[in-house]
């Protein structure tokens, strides 16, 4: 290997260590992102390592969640992301995650780059630049491999494709699966691939059966580590949340809106960065294609760039209203996400990066001054998404789940946390959960139906009077929320805010019933005794985000 690319290797790995260090550095003052996140993921790690249910039967349940959360809903004990939150503390477990994630997701576009799309020595800064670039792009924390680890899955499946019998392709599709998610990105993958070993035989390329069954062992894994997931599908009977969601619900002039977005924006769990720098070096590098007329030479060029609008457009038209027909008799369609081939975009939009720069390149001196600028000038956006500096205004780890101040609240109430029941408002439930608090409300993937049903009396009233949240529950109801209509879809009002609540209508008799005797609420509540709440105290912390108002249910 040349000295150059040593260099650029060891840099590469010395500016992924640099991007992750805020994690260690500042411990539970770093910042991270909020959504499916802080407020639901590293909570669920902390609840099910501690609930004596990790490796619970598929009909176990957890008690501490809604009295009594299916540990189903929490996924596979089989995944490495929630062994590093059993071994370590939340933060660090969350910064080891990070890291693990961003090396092997340098390191499998680096290998799939340098060996079947960029291989010249002379393409050295354009492949480890569009690795390193990929490797640092923001994505969606608790997916782990689930989309990044594709270019090294990838890489392994084209070795066994050529006939290459070495143990480090199988080594790698037997440990991939333990840190990522089929759901989250591999079936798709996966099923990718299978249509493309389909290909081969059609366009008489022979029964590559090497290829085929390294498609289906790793298949098999997935499937034996998700077997919650599998059990859940297939051979649960109990209605789930699931049941009631509905997804096809956009008209035409939306669907082809969200198309574009999609292609140029893209998307939260899969965010690829690319509008501003990776599109126009794509798109001039397709003009250059055009105009000499290098179509048969770049066919991977000009089919990476088909397939990238293609994903967009098949997710767009995955919400359109014309499915409904169809949702309605295979209710499959509305409980597995089929939305989700687009999660295959991360590495197609940077391969194709990286061919594009090859592509300038070619063109001459000035083009390649060009593409170092390209390559620069994108880890500069891409550090600028660095979740330190991107969430530095919204809480830290430490503020969010206020562990002080929650404790403070525990002591006040004097009772063992099993013996009563609580909810939050204006702050999401996965704080008290993460304290150890037992929530009647929740954000998860799925739960029970029946408990949906039971819930929405609690909070009947708030929906009537505001149609968002009533479709945002009724439709889906992943985040079995105390809504209330003057706040709408907003769970974080922090010790700044000046809103009161004026006008809240909750069934606190069900709330009653169903064992509930205190609510945590971010905002002070003006008609509380309407509502037969008691104001028994308000929590201050400074370092705490939110100031709480505790309010007791009136027997």
């Keep these: 290997m040349p000295t150059i690319e040593k260099q650029l290797l060891f840099f590469s790995f010395l500016a992924i260590a640099?991007?992750?260090?805020?994690?260690?550095?500042?411990?539970?003052?770093?910042?991270?992102?909020?959504?499916?996140?802080?407020?639901?993921?590293?909570?669920?790690?902390?609840?099910?390592?501690?609930?004596?249910?990790?490796?619970?039967?598929?009909?176990?349940?957890?008690?501490?969640?809604?009295?009594?959360?299916?540990?189903?809903?929490?996924?596979?004990?089989?995944?490495?992301?929630?062994?590093?939150?059993?071994?370590?503390?939340?933060?660090?477990?969350?910064?080891?995650?990070?890291?693990?994630?961003?090396?092997?997701?340098?390191?499998?576009?680096?290998?799939?780059?340098?060996?079947?799309?960029?291989?010249?020595?002379?393409?050295?800064?354009?492949?480890?630049?569009?690795?390193?670039?990929?490797?640092?792009?923001?994505?969606?924390?608790?997916?782990?491999?689930?989309?990044?680890?594709?270019?090294?899955?990838?890489?392994?499946?084209?070795?066994?494709?050529?006939?290459?019998?070495?143990?480090?392709?199988?080594?790698?599709?037997?440990?991939?699966?333990?840190?990522?998610?089929?759901?989250?990105?591999?079936?798709?993958?996966?099923?990718?691939?299978?249509?493309?070993?389909?290909?081969?035989?059609?366009?008489?390329?022979?029964?590559?059966?090497?290829?085929?069954?390294?498609?289906?062992?790793?298949?098999?894994?997935?499937?034996?580590?998700?077997?919650?997931?599998?059990?859940?599908?297939?051979?649960?009977?109990?209605?789930?949340?699931?049941?009631?969601?509905?997804?096809?619900?956009?008209?035409?002039?939306?669907?082809?809106?969200?198309?574009?977005?999609?292609?140029?924006?893209?998307?939260?769990?899969?965010?690829?960065?690319?509008?501003?720098?990776?599109?126009?070096?794509?798109?001039?590098?397709?003009?250059?294609?055009?105009?000499?007329?290098?179509?048969?030479?770049?066919?991977?060029?000009?089919?990476?760039?088909?397939?990238?609008?293609?994903?967009?457009?098949?997710?767009?038209?995955?919400?359109?209203?014309?499915?409904?027909?169809?949702?309605?008799?295979?209710?499959?369609?509305?409980?597995?996400?089929?939305?989700?081939?687009h999660f295959l975009r991360p590495m197609v939009i940077y391969v194709l990066f990286a061919i594009s720069l090859k592509i300038l390149w070619q063109q001459g001196h000035s083009w390649k001054k060009a593409c170092f600028a390209a390559i620069a000038s994108q880890l500069v956006v891409l550090t600028a998404f660095n979740e330190e500096i991107a969430h530095r205004n919204k809480p830290s780890f430490r503020e969010f789940y206020a562990e002080k101040q929650f404790q403070e609240i525990k002591e006040h109430i004097g009772l063992p946390v099993h013996k009563y029941r609580v909810a939050s408002i204006g702050i999401h439930p996965a704080i008290a959960q993460y304290n150890g608090f037992y929530t009647l409300d929740t954000y998860n993937n799925f739960y029970p139906l029946s408990y949906k049903h039971k819930f929405r009396q609690i909070i009947a009233k708030e929906l009537a009077k505001n149609k968002k949240l009533r479709e945002y529950f009724d439709e889906w109801g992943g985040r079995c929320y105390i809504f209330v209509d003057e706040l709408g879809k907003h769970y974080m009002f922090n010790k700044n805010s000046k809103r009161t609540i004026k006008h809240l209508q909750l069934n606190t008799n069900v709330f009653r019933e169903m064992g509930g005797r205190y609510i945590f609420s971010a905002l002070p509540i003006e008609n509380a005794k309407q509502n037969q709440l008691t104001l028994e105290k308000v929590f201050h912390s400074k370092e705490s985000a939110w100031t709480i108002y505790l309010y007791k249910v009136i027997p």
């Design 18 to 341: 640099l991007f992750v260090s805020p994690y260690f550095l500042l411990g539970e003052d770093a910042h991270m992102r909020v959504h499916d996140n802080l407020d639901s993921n590293i909570a669920w790690y902390k609840v099910v390592t501690k609930s004596g249910e990790l490796f619970g039967s598929v009909h176990a349940v957890i008690p501490q969640i809604i009295n009594g959360l299916p540990r189903n809903a929490f996924g596979t004990e089989f995944s490495g992301i929630v062994w590093l939150h059993a071994l370590f503390p939340s933060i660090y477990a969350y910064g080891l995650s990070q890291a693990i994630t961003r090396v092997f997701a340098f390191i499998g576009m680096y290998l799939l780059l340098r060996k079947y799309v960029v291989p010249d020595e002379k393409w050295v800064w354009i492949r480890i630049g569009a690795s390193l670039a990929f490797a640092l792009t923001p994505f969606w924390p608790s997916g782990m491999l689930s989309t990044l680890g594709m270019p090294l899955a990838l890489w392994a499946l084209l070795n066994i494709r050529a006939g290459e019998r070495s143990w480090v392709n199988y080594l790698v599709l037997t440990l991939l699966p333990f840190y990522s998610s089929l759901v989250l990105g591999f079936f798709f993958f996966l099923s990718a691939m299978g249509i493309w070993w389909l290909v081969d035989v059609i366009r008489g390329k022979g029964w590559n059966w090497r290829f085929f069954f390294a498609i289906v062992y790793m298949t098999a894994i997935y499937l034996a580590i998700d077997y919650r997931l599998v059990h859940s599908l297939l051979f649960s009977d109990e209605p789930t949340s699931r049941d009631e969601y509905f997804h096809a619900r956009l008209p035409l002039w939306r669907v082809i809106r969200l198309i574009f977005k999609n292609y140029i924006l893209g998307h939260t769990h899969v965010m690829t960065v690319h509008g501003l720098i990776i599109l126009p070096v794509t798109l001039v590098a397709l003009y250059i294609v055009w105009k000499k007329k290098l179509w048969k030479r770049e066919k991977l060029f000009v089919f990476l760039h088909v397939l990238n609008f293609a994903l967009s457009t098949w997710y767009a038209f995955w919400f359109y209203k014309g499915w409904v027909p169809l949702t309605e008799r295979f209710d499959l369609l509305d409980k597995f996400n089929f939305a989700r081939y």
